[in-house]
């Protein structure tokens, strides 16, 4: 059998929803109202934590990487997928295949990392809070985004080198909607036990291991929540600590079942939904869980917005002697 790969310039062909052409009309629209809420939400966090000083904490700035990462996440997949939904043709180039599966799985991997990071900010918060400024000082935080930066890279440029150099013996059709791990693998026409272990060696490394972090922090910030006599600080706990529990919970459920379990354990239907879960619907519903459940946002926002509004309407005279004074 020819294992060539052939030319590395053939298209790939993205099959997407093409097997229920009933459902891609109202596939597509959802996804595009999906990615301009992602898109103004994400954005507004970031513009919030930036212009209001009170939110010039460690949670936000890793809140703000978070909503980065989302934004940079749904751009990597969702206008490709647009234009396929609604072009005549489901193709995507062999290098925009590449960036692609490169992209979405560094930041993909970046996310993971960073979640087990904000969970440490919140056991050091409620844990610590009296030293909570001295153990999250700015440098630390700095090196811990960097970090896990660097560790998202790392693990997406081995396993892209790996999976792009299995032999694919001139298959061109990727059941799935985007360039991901799983597709990918599925196309090869050979089984390679290296790889196997690879995948489950870095799934450990960026799942379960962050998930168990984040779940020991959790244990630990539960039982210091349970000696919490203060009503006012109770609820302060659960509204910053129960937004990023909703995040993890929301990302690591879909994320495991996708890529831990075996391959062939469900339908080919049920792998494209839930990649559109946690591709298309989790980065919209981040930055709502943050503003909606937490009030520190909400009144960073009414802050910006009523300074706008009272330099708006202030006469240019009164702002100038204002400013000379």
Known sequence: MDTNNG???????????????????????????????????NTAIILVSYLDTQLHTPMYFFLSHLSFLDLCYATSIIPQMLVNLWGPTRSITYGGC????FFSLDL??????????MAYDRYAAVCQPLHYRVIMHPQLCQNMVLTVWLGGLCCSLIVCSLTLKLPRCGHRELDTFYCEMPALLKMACVYSKVMEVIIFALGVVLLLAPLSLILISY????QAVMRIKSAGRWSKVLNTCGSHLTVVTLLYVTVIYMYMRPQNSSSQHEGKFLSLFYTVITPTLNPLIYTLRNKDVKSAVKRILSVKKWSAGTPGWLSSSMIVR
Not at 98 to 101: A, D, E, G, I, K
């Open 108 to 117: 993909g991997a970046t996310e993971c990392l960073l979640l087990a990071v």
């Open 7 to 41: 030319s590395s310039t053939t298209d790939f062909i993205l099959l997407g929803f093409s097997d229920r052409p009933q459902l891609e009309p109202i596939i597509s629209g959802a996804v595009f109202i999906f990615y301009i809420v992602t898109l103004v939400g």
């Open 219 to 222: 244990a630990v910030i539960t």
């Open 98 to 101: 590449v960036l692609q599966f």
